[in-house]
């Protein structure tokens, strides 16, 4: 499963995979090129002589295609570019070459591309102070791009994008005070196995482990914990490139203001070259997975927020099966737990694999089950499985709640404990590419939790079943602590208050491009009406990193307002002012989410 930024090389008459930046089980999928067409003449003698027209027919004819040639070449001489945009110039009856030096970047999701010319990839600071000074000279944007995992494609530019991935190293580790010193450009992963010959480790993790450190602190990443913070609390300094300052370091110490509101700063503030990360013991953990049903849940929930140091709740729309998933460190004195599961693997992937091959043979009848074409299925992973599943009828409301269903039976024969490293365990299988919206809204203090984050969800499955949404599983809840950091959702100035996660997707298992518009449309009617019934109730706001900007301008100018109310907006621009007056390091997104303010 491509888990990456994907990079590639405009070529004509075909796209050639140039890089990836990260290591894929699966390959990128190119995208053929226009070619040329041949002219096609509106009026031939031969054409003339073989029909019985009139002369008057023919001088028609002859007209309109005068009237063609003529328009095509106003249109060409109209419309002026510059010299070095002369690929730009419409060619009559051809398709114009893409020059060699435009490469086409995509998110993991591959919901959002762009087409760049300029991709740098500094290896060193020094390097990158050259890279940020000479865009800064010309006043040409080099947005800041981790791993490209954000859903939103928050990292992308046009113009043009600066990647640290040649830049990831760990320079320093204090055992003593727990603490590791890197280039922002290190993945989650390489971090974790870089440090744990010293006994360290994160404290905490998101779903997956390719993300570029840079860009999950710069985005407000989070795990699962309501003891634990977003990940941008795990910060304790950072060195920044700035257009207007040089290089500076921030710190709680030096220039707090900056510094909280630089953790989670959205590439906006400076390129940030080097973290320094409070870290933890490495220890072991046990996973606990049990199924429960939301009454059992309202029962137990202070409970498992309180007395679990990691809890999720995986809930499936169209049922009442709620997967909860507890982690622990191992127990000293009792060891890890020795009970092994009832089911196998292959018995609790057993009614996914039915179902898959009764709907294979209702909606490709044609396709045999011993086809070279068809994977074994007794290869997949059960994520694959839904794909495969969903793939075939993704917006069909009935089909999708079997799937969720066989989801269902399929949780209930995994219950049971799973022992490993935190880095191991604390990882999530996402599924494939896919539409996500994740929101985050308090949930009251850890002592007392106000439980609105279950009636949230209460809410949300029952306006998914009124309007009956193909909705398909899980949507993902999690809890973090809140963040000091002021443009983080989960942000608060009181230390007890927890804030509750809730992720709704749409898989996007074919690369159909009708199919996936559609499967897009559907999604985005869903998440309009989660935003219309419930955001503003539940005080709810959108991860950074998944936040879509509205095509339409009123519904643009709501968002805007609406941010202002939860997040320093007028402090962040003035930052972004003093650090980058030119804006080499925004892009359309930045600048359409934080407009200046209209006042003096």
Same mark, same amino acid.
């Given at each position: 499963m491509l888990r990456s930024l994907s990079l590639r090389r405009s070529l004509h008459p075909h796209h050639r995979? +140039? @890089? @990836? +930046?990260?290591?894929?089980?699966?390959?990128?999928?190119t995208i053929p090129g226009a070619r040329p067409d041949p002219i096609r003449p509106f009026c031939t003698a031969a054409a003339a002589a073989a029909t019985s027209s009139s002369s008057s027919e023919v001088r028609k004819y002859l007209g309109y295609a005068a009237l063609v040639l003529f328009c095509g070449a106003g249109t060409y001489y109209s419309f002026p570019f510059p010299d070095n945009a002369k690929h730009k110039k419409a060619q009559l009856f051809r398709y114009a070459p893409l020059p060699e030096d435009l490469h086409t970047v995509s998110n993991w999701s591959g919901t959002h591309e762009v087409q760049t010319r300029f991709f740098h990839q500094p290896e060193s600071l020094a390097q990158l102070e050259g890279?940020? %000074?000479?865009?800064?000279?010309?006043?040409? %944007? @080099? %947005?800041?791009?981790?791993?490209? +995992?954000?859903?939103?494609? @928050?990292? +992308?530019? %046009?113009?043009?994008?600066v990647n640290l991935a040649l830049m990831d190293r760990v320079l320093e580790v204090d055992k003593e005070r727990k603490t590791v010193r890197v280039e922002a450009g290190i993945r989650v992963q390489q971090l974790v196995d870089g440090i744990k010959e010293h006994g360290l480790t994160l404290q905490n993790f998101a779903s997956i482990r390719e993300q570029q450190i840079g860009g999950i602190v710069q985005v407000g990443a989070h795990g699962t914990g309501a003891r634990l913070p977003p990940i941008d609390e795990q910060v304790i300094s950072m060195k920044l490139v700035t257009p207007a300052m040089g290089t500076i370091e921030v710190s709680k110490e030096k220039d707090p203001e900056l510094f909280y509101l630089a953790r989670c700063g959205l590439g906006g503030l400076g390129v940030v070259a080097e973290v320094t990360l409070q870290c933890v013991d490495r220890q072991e953990l046990v996973e606990h997975t049990t199924v429960s049903t939301m009454q059992e849940i309202k029962k137990n929930h202070k409970k498992l927020l309180s007395e679990n140091k990691h809890v999720k709740y995986l809930h499936i729309p169209y049922t009442d099966t709620v997967v909860v998933v507890t982690c622990n460190p191992v127990s000293k004195w009792k060891g890890p737990p020795k009970l092994k599961p009832k089911y196998t693997v292959d018995e609790a992937l057993q009614h996914v694999r039915q179902l898959y091959q009764e709907s294979l043979q209702k909606y490709r009848p044609e396709v045999k089950s011993s086809n070279d074409d068809e994977p074994d299925i007794n290869e997949l992973s059960f994520t694959e499985l839904r794909d495969k599943l969903l793939a075939l009828d993704p917006l069909n409301k009935d089909h999708v709640i079997k799937v969720n269903e066989a989801e269902a039976e399929f949780w209930k024969k995994s219950e049971g404990y799973r022992v490993g490293w935190s880095d191991e365990i604390l990882g999530f299988d996402c599924g494939g590419q896919q539409w996500v919206s994740e929101t985050c809204y308090p949930a009251g203090t850890l002592s007392k939790p106000s439980m609105k984050d279950l009636e949230f969800i209460e809410e949300l499955k029952r306006l998914i079943e009124k309007e009956d949404i193909p909705a398909p599983a899980p949507i993902e809840q999690r809890w973090t602590a809140r963040s000091k950091s002021p443009m983080s959702p989960a942000s608060s100035p009181a230390e007890d208050d927890i804030f509750s996660w809730v992720g709704i997707i749409m898989y996007l298992p074919t690369s159909d491009a009708r199919q996936r518009k559609e499967i897009t449309e559907e999604f985005f009617h869903y998440r309009r009406l989660t935003q219309k019934q419930l955001w503003d109730r539940y005080s709810a706001y959108e991860h950074w990193a998944k936040i879509e900007v509205p095509k339409e301008n009123e519904e643009l100018a709501a968002l805007q307002a609406r941010l202002r109310k939860r997040f320093p907006v007028d402090a962040y621009n003035k930052a972004r002012r003093e650090l980058d007056p030119n804006k080499i390091l925004s892009n359309n997104k930045l600048e359409k989410l934080f407009p200046p303010s209209e006042s003096p």
């Open positions: 995979h +140039l @890089i @990836i +930046l990260s290591s894929s089980s699966s390959s990128t999928t890279v940020v %000074r000479e865009a800064d000279a010309k006043r040409a %944007r @080099i %947005r800041p791009v981790g791993s490209g +995992l954000s859903p939103n494609g @928050i990292g +992308l530019s %046009r113009v043009g994008m």
